[in-house]
C-alpha cells in the first residue's frame, strides 16, 4: 500500500519509516525507466524548488535542477551569499517568505540545526542537501544503486573504510532502514558520532541489519560486497587536510586492499574523489568501481523524492 508522503521533510534517513525508504526505491525505479524509454511525466507543472547552497555542489545542484525540469517544474538556484541570510536575516523569517514563494526548499549548508530549524519555519517540504552531519540523498541514491547491482539490499554487507563524516552517519541509517550491514572503519579518532552509531543500532535491530565499528579495514573488506569510501577532508575541513592525509594514511582503498576482498566486489565512493588519496586512480576508474552510475542515480531518486513530497 503506497503511503502518502506529500509534505513530508526529507532531512535524515533515520526519521523515514522502512515503507517511505521502499516507496522512495520503488518510485525512482519507475521514474528512471520512464527516463529511459522517453516517456514525459509532468507531475510537477507549475511547482517551484528552491535550491539554498552555503557550500560547493556538482551533483546535488545539477541532478536536483534537471530532475525538476524533467518533471516538469521549475528549480531555482539561491547561493546563501547572495541571500539575506549573510546579512544577518534569520533562517525562520527566510523559511517563513521561501514558504510564500516555494512548493519545496533544498538545502546545502554546514549545521545541520539550520536545516532543522528551516524546517520547523517553512510550510513546504525541506530536503536536505547536505550538513555536516548527514547526505541522506546520496545514500537513498545509494541505496537504489545497490539494489539495481546486487538485486537486494537485505544482508548486503557495506564495508565503509574512512572518515566518520556525513556520508558514514547517512551510511549507517541507510542500511538500518534496509537490512543492509553497514561496517565503518576509520583511524582513531575519526569514528562516526556515537550517537548517530547508537540511533542507527537501534533501527537495525528492527530489519536485523548489522551495524559495525572495525579499525581493521584489510579484516572487514574480506566479506564485503561493497567497498565505500569518501573523502578524507570534508567541505570545511580544507585546513585539517594535512593532518588528516597523514591520519588516514592506512585507510586507503587500493587494489592492494582490494586483492583481499571478494572477487565480485563493488567499489563506491559519493564523489567527488580524490585520486591519491582515499581511493587511487586504478580503482576509482577500475572494473569494481560503479561511481557514474551511482551519480546518475542522484536524478532518478531525487526525481522519486520530489514527485512524492512536492
Ligand atoms: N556527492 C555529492 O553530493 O556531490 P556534490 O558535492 O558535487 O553535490
Ligand atoms: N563528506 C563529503 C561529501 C561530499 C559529497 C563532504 O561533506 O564534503
Redesign the pocket.
Known sequence: MAVSMKGRDIISIHDLTVEEVNQILDTAQILKMKQKIGDIYHPLQGKTLGMIFQ???????I?FEVAMWQLGGYALYLSAGDLQLKRGETIADTARVLSRYLDGIMI?TYSHQEVLDLAEYSTVPVIN??TDLL?P??VLSDLFTIKEKKGRLEGVNLVYIGDGNNMAHSLMFGGAKAGMHVTICSPSGYEPDPGITALARADAAKTGAAISIHGDAAEAVKTADIIYTDVWAS?GQEEEHAQRLKAFERYQVNSGLLAGARDDVLVMH???AHRGEEITGEVVDGPRSIVFDQ?EN?LHLQKAILALVM
Open positions: 557550500k560547493a555542489s556538482t551533483r546535488t545542484r541532478s546545502r542537501g547536505l547526505h540523498c546520496q567541505m559519493c564523489l567527488p551519480a542522484r
